[in-house]
């Protein structure tokens, strides 16, 4: 094989592992239509808009099955159309969302900075235990520890935590993971989930504030 043979299979191997790690477009669309109605959309259209988002994302997953960051997008999705939903029926939707983050992970345990870890934690104790649900403390704390020591300034992770601290009654824990969340970079092209995000942290400090009255 000559230089220039074994120059080109490098070259394309290159760019075969760029694309690879390259988020698909598909992405940024679903990220963008699950910001827009999350936070600026009124919440009694919510649940219709976030049904219909969620066939598109499990369109998407179906043509991208090996990237893990649209199956992480596919699982928010449609665990926030479970929470949109709510009562039993909204169960087999967490539950898909959980078996989609654990394909996600078993591809890519890194991928959208740990977010998989994060979003499988936020279920865990959102979502109720035995024999209704598997909503479990243990394994919710656990993978909320994994996203944080991968992204452990990111602004959803230290959410999240303080989330589960504050539920857990751990008022002081809460506000400190609350407080750093807030202290997060922006991230590019996510303003709008941000800001939201920021609304969000806001009233959980206000109720941590109300609960230390």
Known sequence: MNLFARF??????????????????????????????????PANQQEKQFEQLTGQARQAALQNPASAEVLIWYAIIESTYAGAKGGLGALSH???????????????????????????????????????????????????????????????????????????????????ALRKALQAPARPGRKLADEGRRGEIAQLLEQIAAKRR
């Open 94 to 176: 967490v539950k898909n969302a959980k078996k989609t983050l654990e394909q996600a992970l078993a591809i890519d345990p890194q991928a959208l900075n740990g977010s998989a870890y994060t979003s499988l934690g936020s279920l865990h104790y959102q979502v109720p235990g035995w024999p209704i649900g598997f909503g479990d403390d243990k394994k919710a704390l656990e993978n909320l520890r994994r996203g944080l020591a991968i992204n452990p300034d990111g602004i959803d992770p230290n959410y999240f935590y303080g989330d589960y601290l504050f539920r857990k009654g751990d008022y002081e824990g809460a506000e400190r």
């Open 8 to 41: 080109a299979i490098a070259l394309l191997s290159a760019v075969a592992l760029s694309a690879a790690a390259t988020p698909p477009e598909e992405v940024s669309r679903l990220q963008g239509a699950w910001e827009q109605i999350k936070y600026q959309t």
